[in-house]
């Protein structure tokens, strides 16, 4: 019987071994060694967060960079999407005599989908492609070398901080996001298309709940931790040379928006049922 | 005390170190000699576990680091120092918070102490009062320096040199060549130099080492090296061209 067991162990492996070289080599194989990858450095990370190795000054110099300086880039592009949204919304409602839940549709939108979303996008274009190119540039002029020579760690001393950071960061601009681009429908939506104020705002503050705020900055954490790992793993991975880093950070921007996008998808359906599950 | 045994190492499918084996005691000074591109560099990342061999081992001090992750090579590299060929300077920083790192990560110090230190260890690589000076702002000779001075302020027991005077001129390579003598009999340390540069090895290592072929073809004092009459340590020490790669 034992023996039986061992035999069928040993058939497996080498059935997982057949199927590793058969996907050596391939693009399947080479995203799936990536994924594994990303994995372990987000295993590394967060072990080493929960030590507290990384330094305090660096946390707060990276909330700096990825907070403050991506303000302008999640003012407009909050303001414009709130705007936008409330307008092509009042031209639809308007045709049933629906002007009224207009801000509602916007609420709703930019607090669990569009305030999420679309910052997390911005600040990985922005964000996303510094880190990438940061961390490659010191990759290839071996100055991560030079930290592993000096006893330090380069996920304690460059992962860490920036993921943590980002984490702090991405939900603080989530919620600047949601309350400008609010903020901006209610102007279009009163000031420019003449929708009766009262009602209108009594409209949104029924159809929204904290639920879907609850949402968006649950969402916003993950996109924080999405941006700063691909970064990071971009870099830290990055080719030889000026090209190198080049295509490290084009990756880097490319593949958290991607993952952003599908992730959306996925925690909007568990996070709307575990809402309704909590009763929230 | 450094032991190397049988290391092999392949980048794909080019073989660059073939069964290196070696000896290294505490406090000797070795310059390791080769043509470029011959694997000295490589052999020097896998004494300090920067790079991991194909089969071998390498001990520091009896412990086989080959075995070892990362985060335990961690405690093993605090007892060295390595200056690199580029001098890998951490271009966001100014020089004094350079040199200072090692001190910042490992040491409780205060800022005064450290800035003690750092200014100390400045004034012993000739470059006093450079402290907030930027990376981008030094030459070649001073990036260098500065590397070394980050290398040697916590003051490790081994201190590696990757190519120290590579691109420098022939009076900022003797400077550096006598500055890696001072470091050595001021601090005590074991000193592996990798060079090309047969002047600095002759006048650095206590003993040198030939890389050839993915193998250590020689090994003995500079005086058994330079005076050699073997035509492959002659056609290096001399630094004449094989006919067949003369360019006519």
């Known amino acids: 019987m034992r023996l039986n067991s061992r035999a069928g162990k040993t058939q497996a492996c080498l059935l997982n071994l057949e199927a590793m070289n058969f996907l050596a080599g391939t693009w399947l194989g080479e995203w799936l060694a990536g994924l594994g990858r990303i994995t372990l450095l987000a295993r590394e990370a967060i072990a080493s ?12 110099y990276q909330i700096y960079f990825i907070g403050i300086k991506s303000q302008s880039v999640v003012l407009v592009t909050g303001a414009f999407t709130g705007m936008v949204l409330a307008a092509q919304t009042y031209f639809q409602f308007h045709k049933v005599k629906m002007d009224t839940a207009t801000l509602a549709v916007v609420s709703v939108s930019m607090c669990s989908e569009l305030g999420p979303v679309l910052t997390a996008l911005m600040v990985a274009g922005r964000v996303g492609a510094a880190i990438a190119a940061e961390i490659g540039t010191m990759r290839v002029t071996e100055q991560i070398d030079a930290l592993r020579t000096l006893a330090t760690h380069p996920v304690d001393y460059l992962v860490v901080p920036r993921l943590i950071a980002s984490n702090i960061a991405l939900p603080l601009l989530t919620i600047e996001s949601m ?11 009163v000031y420019l298309l003449g929708i009766e104020p009262t009602y209108a705002w009594w409209n949104m503050l029924k159809y929204s709940h904290d639920s879907d705020v609850l949402i968006g900055l649950v969402k916003s954490v993950f996109y924080g931790g999405i941006i700063a790992l691909i970064g990071c793993y971009k870099g830290l991975s990055c080719g030889v040379g000026a090209q190198g ?22 925690l909007t359906m568990v996070l709307e049922q575990l809402c309704v599950i909590l009763g929230i | 005390m450094i032991e ?53 081992d390498v001990l520091v001090d009896d ?20 200056v690199f060929q580029g001098a890998a300077l951490f271009d966001s920083m100014t020089v004094a918070e350079n040199v200072a790192f090692g001190l ?9 102490e450290i800035a003690k230190r750092v200014a100390a260890t400045l004034d012993m690589v000739d470059l006093p009062g450079t402290e907030n000076k930027n990376p981008a702002e030094l030459s070649g ?30 009076i900022v390579s003797d400077s550096i060549d006598k500055l890696i003598i001072r470091v050595r009999d001021h601090l005590n340390v074991t000193s592996i130099v990798v060079t090309h ?51 006519i």
Request: proline share 2%; aromatic share 8%; net charge positive.
């Open chain 2, 197 to 247: 540069d047969m002047r600095s090895a002759r006048r650095v290592g206590n003993r040198v080492m030939l890389l050839h072929e993915k193998k250590i073809y020689a090994n003995g004092t500079p005086e058994e090296i330079f005076t050699s009459h073997d035509a492959v340590v002659r056609q290096f020490v001399d630094g004449v061209a094989d006919a067949k790669e003369t360019i």
């Open chain 1, 49 to 60: 967060a929960l030590t507290f190795k990384f330094s305090r000054r660096d946390v707060l």
């Open chain 2, 141 to 170: 000779g001073m990036r260098k320096r500065v590397g070394l001075a980050r290398a040697i302020i916590y003051e490790p027991q081994i201190v590696l040199y990757d190519e120290p005077t590579t691109g420098l001129d022939p």
């Open chain 1, 245 to 266: 880093v080049g295509r490290a950070t084009t990756e880097a921007v490319v593949y958290s928006s991607i993952t952003i996008l599908i992730c959306n998808f996925f």
């Open chain 2, 4 to 56: 190397v045994r049988h290391l092999k190492k392949s980048f794909g499918a080019q073989l660059i170190l073939d069964d290196i084996s070696f000896r290294i005691e505490n406090s000797e000074s070795v310059a390791i000699i080769g043509r470029s591109g011959g694997g000295k560099s490589v052999l020097l990342k896998h004494i300090i576990g920067l790079l991991q061999p194909d089969a071998g």
């Open chain 2, 104 to 112: 910042r990560r490992h040491e409780h110090l205060t800022e005064a």
């Open chain 2, 63 to 82: 412990e086989n680091i080959v075995a070892m992750n990362e985060r335990q090579l961690l405690r093993v590299r605090r007892k060295f120092g390595m």
């Open chain 1, 179 to 189: 309350c400008v681009g609010i903020a901006a429908s209610y102007f279009v939506g």
